[in-house]
């Protein structure tokens, strides 16, 4: 981590005293001001993680970190097929291996 040049709270701007100052990306915080951007809990230097600027607990980052989400389709009938011989005859999407129904 880079040296720490203000003197002022990351949290609420006011001036912090070198006693007092909790340490986080390049920044000092007032013990009550250290908390996650996110849920509001108090953090400490071993539970704060810094992600665009801002401070986060473990689960508040784990979810400002992760990737959004494919598109899920409840509705395969949405989906078509590349080859109409292996659409489904009814609704004419796609039908995929788990989905298939061998009639003799």
């Known amino acids: 981590m880079g040296e720490i040049s203000?003197?002022?709270?990351?949290?609420?701007?006011?001036?912090?005293?070198?006693?007092?100052?909790?340490?986080?990306?390049?920044?000092?915080?007032?013990?009550?001001?250290?908390?996650?951007?996110?849920?509001?809990?108090?953090?400490?230097?071993?539970?704060?993680?810094?992600?665009?600027?801002?401070?986060h607990c473990r689960t508040c980052h784990a979810t400002a970190i992760r990737p959004a989400s494919p598109a899920m389709f409840g509705d395969t009938s949405l989906l078509k097929p590349e080859n109409e011989a292996e659409a489904c005859p009814k609704c004419k999407g796609s039908v995929f291996e788990a989905e298939k129904i061998v009639e003799e």
């Open 6 to 55: 203000e003197n002022c709270c990351g949290g609420c701007g006011n001036p912090v005293f070198q006693a007092e100052g909790v340490p986080a990306g390049g920044k000092k915080y007032h013990k009550g001001c250290h908390k996650c951007c996110g849920c509001g809990k108090l953090l400490s230097t071993t539970t704060s993680h810094l992600h665009g600027g801002e401070l």
